[in-house]
Every structure is written in C-alpha cells, then in structure tokens.
C-alpha cells in the first residue's frame, strides 16, 4: 500500500490490514481503505487528495489541538498545553495548568486556549457484581392467557415472582420499531436503541384502561389477536391490534408533557412521520431528511403526543418490573441487552445521522463459519463525530437505557474497540476494521453503569483480541463463558474445561440464542436443520459425527464428575449441564427456559433469513405451565444453592 495512504488511514484508524481467523496477516485491498476513509469524510481518491488530507492531520497535530472529548480515569492526570478552566459538572471552576487527579467523576467542561472541550472523567472500575444465578428469555416468546400473540411486560413482571427466586433475568432487546407495517421480528435491527418497542406494552395494565367505561374496554378486549394458524409470532398482527386498542385508549391520556424531554419529542415526530411517508427517512421528501429542517419543525400532528405517550407507558411498564425485581430481593433485577447497531433507515438513523457513518454497513470478515463474511445491514456510529460531539448521543443512549435497568449486556462487545466496515456497493470481505476509543466507550459505560448501579456484560465470545477480556476483567465487567465453547482448543481432542477453570467474572450459560438449545445439541437437531436447508459448511455425515462426538465429549465430563450416571437420559444431562455450571466460580450462571424446556428449536440460526423463523418461535409452554413445571423447580433449586456457597 502506498505510504501516504497507510499514514492516512493510521490517523483516521482505519485498518489497513488485520489477522484473519487463522490468525494469519490479511491485507486490506486500497480500494476498501479508499471506501472506508470517505464514510469518514476523508478523500482518498488520488494521491493529490491523499497529500492535501495528510497535510490537514499534520496540520493539526503540529497546532497541539485538543481532541473535542478528553477521557481520563478516576485518579488520573493530562498535561495540558496552556492554562485552562474546568467547569465542573456542578457548575463550579477550577483554574489549572493541568488535568488534576481529584477531579470528581462526571461531564465537564475544559476551556483552553480558543478550544472548549468535553472532559469526562471515568471511574478506573465497576464495584464486583455479587455471585447470583438468574433466567436468560426471549420476552417475546413468553406467553400467557393475558399476552396478545407474544410476550409482553406483564408477563416479564409476573414471571419475576414465579421463577425460584433467581437475582437476574436477562432479555433480549427490547428496543424501538419504526410503528408502521411490515414489523420486522429481529430484535437486532432496531429503529432505535434509546426507545422501547410498544409491542411489549400490556395493553390492560395501562392506567387509561382501567379508566375506560366498560364498553371502551370491551372493544379493546375483542380485539386481542386470535392464534396464528402456524404457531409462530406475527409481530405485524400483533402490533395492528395493539394500536388499535391504543388508539382506543387515546382520548384518555389526557395532556402530554412535549416540553421536558426533546429528545423522546424527537423520535416520536420521526414516528408520526413514518406513519404518513413511509418507514425509510432516506425516501422522504427532501425537505423531510433532517429533523433540524424547517418543515420537520413546522410539522404539527397529535401523533406526535400520541407516540410520546406509548414511550410514557412503556416506561411506567418497564418500571413495574424493576419494582418486581426489587420486592423479590433480586440483586440484579432485569438486565437489558444492546444491540450493536440500528437500521439506518430508521429513527435513530435519522436523529442521529450526523454522528452516523451514512452508507456504512457493519458486519465481520470471513471465518471459518461465514467464508464470505458477514454485512450486518447495521448502521455505525463515526468515531470522529463521537469525539467531536462529546459522545453525547452514545452517553445519551445508555442513560436512557440504564433508568429501568439493574445490568447491561453489551452484544459484540469487540464493537467497542472496532468495528467491521463494508462501504456501500462492496461485498462482506471487502470491508475494514475502523477503530474506536476504548478508554471513552468503556469508560462512559462504566460512568452511566455506576450511576445507575448496574452490572455490565460483554457478550465477548469467538476470536476477540486479548485485549477486549483483559480489560473487562479489570473494570469488573463480566465476560461471556458458554459451555459449548468453554474448551482446551489449542489440544487435539479439544476438551471441556473442568468447572473449577472458568472464568470468576463471566456470566456462563449452556447456550445463546444464536446456538443450538441443550435438547438441540444432545440429538443434532443443529445439523438435522442445517442440511434440511443446505446451510452445512461440510458432508452431512461429517457434521452429524462431529455432533456426536461433542456429545459424546460433554456427556463424559458429566459423568467423570460424578453429575450423571451412565446412560443417563437426555432430560438428566440437561440437569446436569446446569449443575456443572453451578460448580463454576462464575459470578453469574444463567438457565435459558429453552433449555429448561427441553425445546429442541434454537431462537435464531444464523446465516438465515426466510429460511427459518428466527425470533418468531413462542416458547411451547405457556407462563402459567412454566410456573408448575417441575424441570422449572429443580434447576431453580439447584442454582440457588450458589447463594449458600458464595
């Protein structure tokens, strides 16, 4: 590569090569790196550009410009490079030559020079979470008499107090639709990450319709969805009905506070105009494709109040489980979990589209699973304008999160120190990694974590540098040890690691949503599924020995350590799957109900998309089945049996 382009790149931290997944040097092809420095602004595309741009970062350097956001860690100190003023989060100053170290955590201000920078001091770590054990769910695939179609958050309240007295239950997104039809089913592609999904809302536990005259509710009633002829959720269904009942409820809300939240004002307006032109901003009228331009301000509708409300409800929802959490003694309570990225075309995409990269698409290179690489479709914040802008969208996200969370798990964590970039008209393995500042991604996570005394976990699994672990260990964030993958894979046979080597701060569970459910790996069903629909990377006889080898490997760990007998049932090695976890020093251990179940259909298969029903599989049991179902009792019992060894 020519040498003025790798400095550039180097500036902009763009890669310019990477270790593929047999960790072997890969080469970045110029024209990804050309592709990836434009998404950042930069031009690349001559060597004239290439000089003049280069010229510009020399330029700044030799000023001894600021960078618009300063992190330091609590404790630390920053030269600066003249007399300064800081304005503290308090609104009180201090003069000083140099960042001192007693500075208290928080958002401030520095003033030096003509430059007015965010500083932000950050704690250096999290307090230890407590060892405790808690239930991984899909919230959509739990159901009861009450739910309409799916799972809502009144069965998430009412399954707190059912559950054996676990310290945390772990969701899956639960973030913002666009609220117009088709509603997509994967909770991974959101509108939004600031907001809620009203899908979830439990329309009868709403103030408005315990308000409502008995007729008014009794439309509402007639109109909860009837069961899907295929036993799968139909999200769109489900959210027409919903906004009908809603729409009922209305006239009850009486006024909506507009004024002391602009940023809930904002995304409501983008939901009042996706109803009228359609869920894609980039297909609305020009005028429409800013949410600072004058037609967007001078947009009036009552949808816009209409759409606050519901984000109102949700609230009130959300805060009911926490408080469920909090009677039950929960030392967690309900851990959300974030998604790595948003659809561009959607709310947040729009909102935030100046500190987005427009175009980009995040994804991973080829490995081993996935030759051609993967494009994610996900839009990614531009580390530039997050530093410039004093990562106020970031911190604004997870605070809006963090009001109704006791934990976060940060899915991809790796994303917080780079990201995988495919410009647009590019395939999957033409992209780059782009890299981030990881002293301020992690730092104001663990800031707002602190502030709202949360745990955090990061789903760090697959090849992920070392240095994404090491610092996670050392903020007392918790890492991500699945039994399937907790294995010596440097030796031949590749065996388990025994229980007592797992990691102390992981939070470790059989499986994920992504992988085959325990009575799914016991049978193979993983392999029976993958060929059904041409998805094996190998001879189906050669996955199907593979399988039963991996089988074969579990089952004997299980019984050299005394938890099964042989020929043990396949409903007795799931118990034992969790009782091995239970011996772990894991701070958190987590128990899937798919699992518990036995339910041999995983959540999502990767690399499907129509092939398959991802995310749209109800568990097979209703809530109040689950809260009688013996195989329920027994891992319950046996995961709080960690509270006496703690």
């Not at 159901?143 to 399954?159: K, N, P």
Request: charged share 25%; with cysteine; aromatic share 8%.
């Amino acid at each position: 590569m020519n040498a003025d382009l790798a400095e550039l790149a180097a500036a902009h931290g763009v890669a310019t090569w990477y270790e593929d997944w047999h960790r072997e040097r890969k080469d970045v092809a110029d024209e990804s790196v050309v592709g990836v420095l434009g998404l950042l602004g930069v031009d690349a595309t001559g060597p004239s550009a290439i000089r003049e741009e280069l010229s510009a970062v020399r330029e700044r350097k030799a000023l001894g410009l600021m960078p618009g956001t300063v992190v330091v860690r609590e404790g630390g100190t920053r030269e600066l490079p003249g007399p300064a003023t800081i304005t503290l989060e308090d609104g009180t100053t201090r003069e000083v030559s140099a960042i001192p170290a007693d500075l208290p955590l928080g958002w401030h201000r520095l003033h030096v020079g003509d430059q007015d920078v965010t500083l932000v001091v950050v704690p250096t770590e999290l307090p230890e979470p407590p060892q405790t054990w808690g239930w991984m769910v899909q919230l959509y695939a739990l159901h009861s008499a009450r739910s309409w179609g799916m799972g809502d958050l009144g069965d998430l309240r009412e399954f707190l107090t059912v559950s054996g007295d676990p310290g945390l239950v772990l969701l899956n997104p639960l973030h913002a639709i666009t609220p117009t039809l088709p509603v997509p089913a994967s909770p991974y592609s959101p509108s939004s990450r600031r907001f809620a999904n009203p899908l979830y809302l439990r329309i009868a536990d709403t103030d408005e319709y315990r308000r409502a005259d008995p007729g008014v509710r009794a439309a509402v009633d007639r109109l909860k969805p009837a069961p899907t002829a295929d036993g799968l959720i139909d999200y769109s269904a489900v959210w027409q009905a919903k906004r009908a009942a809603l729409d009922l409820l209305w006239p009850m809300a009486g006024d909506v506070d507009l004024e002391s939240d602009p940023g809930l004002t904002d995304f409501a307006r983008f939901c009042a105009l996706a109803e009228r032109h359609g869920p894609n901003w980039t297909e609305w009228p020009e005028e429409l494709r800013r949410p600072d331009s004058p037609a967007v301000r001078e947009f009036q509708s009552d949808r816009i109040a209409y759409h606050a409300w519901l984000q109102r409800l949700l609230g009130a929802q959300l805060e009911a489980a926490n408080e469920a959490a909090r009677a039950g003694g929960m030392p967690v309570g309900v851990v959300h979990d974030l998604a790595v990225g948003i659809d561009p075309n959607g709310a947040d995409g729009w909102l935030l589209q100046d500190v987005l990269a427009a175009g980009v698409h995040t994804g991973a290179p080829p490995d081993a699973f996935n030759q051609l690489g993967q494009d994610w479709g996900l839009a990614a914040w531009r580390p530039d304008m997050l530093i410039e802008t004093g990562y106020a969208a970031y911190r604004d996200m997870l605070r809006r999160i963090f009001r109704h969370a006791g934990g976060l798990r940060v899915d991809h964590v790796a994303g917080l120190w780079r990201l995988w970039w495919v410009p647009p008209g590019m395939g999957p393995a033409e992209g780059t990694y782009v890299h981030y500042d990881p002293e301020a991604m992690l730092g104001i996570l663990a800031l707002e974590a602190s502030r709202a005394g949360a745990v955090v976990i990061g789903e760090d699994l697959g090849t992920v540098q070392p240095a994404v672990t090491e610092t996670l260990e050392r903020m007392n964030m918790l890492g991500s040890a699945v039994l399937y993958f907790t294995r010596e894979w440097t030796e031949p046979d590749q065996p388990f690691v025994p229980a007592e080597d797992y990691k102390r701060n992981a939070l470790a569970s059989v499986s994920t949503h992504d992988l085959p459910t325990a009575a799914g790996f016991l049978t193979g069903e993983q392999v029976r599924v993958r060929a059904e629909l041409d998805q094996l990377a190998g001879p189906v006889e050669e996955e199907r020995r593979n399988a039963r080898r991996d089988r074969d490997a579990l089952v004997a760990v299980l019984e050299g350590d005394g938890l099964i007998a042989a020929g043990a049932s396949d409903d007795e090695i799931i118990v034992a799957m969790h009782e091995f976890l239970a011996r772990t020093p894991c701070r958190f251990v987590t128990a899937s109900l798919y699992d518990v179940l036995g339910e041999l259909a995983q959540p999502n298969l990767p690399g499907t998309m129509n092939e398959y029903p991802n995310w749209r599989m109800p568990l097979t049991a209703g809530l109040e089945a689950i809260a009688e179902d013996p195989r329920v009792r027994t891992i319950a019992a046996i995961l709080n049996q960690r509270k006496a060894q703690r």
